[in-house]
């Protein structure tokens, strides 16, 4: 069994910051990519950041400049910094990554449950 779970999400004022974490645990024996994806209400699912286990990067236009997604391999986690948030940033954060399942030895691809993320006034 392998776990993503997700934190750090909230309300934000329109220019604040928010970090959110995700933690992989359980019969893990690698990570490959992972990522963050967000959906807002009536919109498809959409890839915000991903960083692959060498450190490649990629973001999607709207958050280059914004956004930084890090990992911490030794924690099995992913972050994503978000500054000068924007309402249109508003939305289910989903967490994501390819995981080499120990017991089986196969790859699989995992999300996490979400996390809220608001910005208003």
């Known amino acids: 069994q392998v776990q993503l779970v997700e934190s750090g999400g909230g309300l934000v004022q329109p220019g604040g910051s928010l970090r959110l974490s995700c933690a992989a645990s359980g019969s893990i024996f690698s990570i490959n990519a992972m990522g963050w994806y967000r959906q807002a209400p009536g919109k498809q699912r959409e890839l915000v950041a991903a960083i692959t286990s060498g450190g490649s990067l990629n973001y999607a236009d709207s958050v280059k400049g914004r956004f930084t997604i890090s990992r911490d391999n030794a924690k099995n986690t992913v972050y994503l910094q978000m500054n000068s948030l924007k309402p249109e940033d508003t939305a289910v954060y989903y967490c994501?990554?390819?995981?080499?399942?120990?017991?089986?030895?196969?790859?699989?691809?995992?999300w996490g449950q979400g996390t809220q993320v608001t910005v208003s006034s």
């Open positions: 994501n990554a390819e995981i080499l399942e120990a017991r089986s030895m196969r790859w699989y691809e995992y």
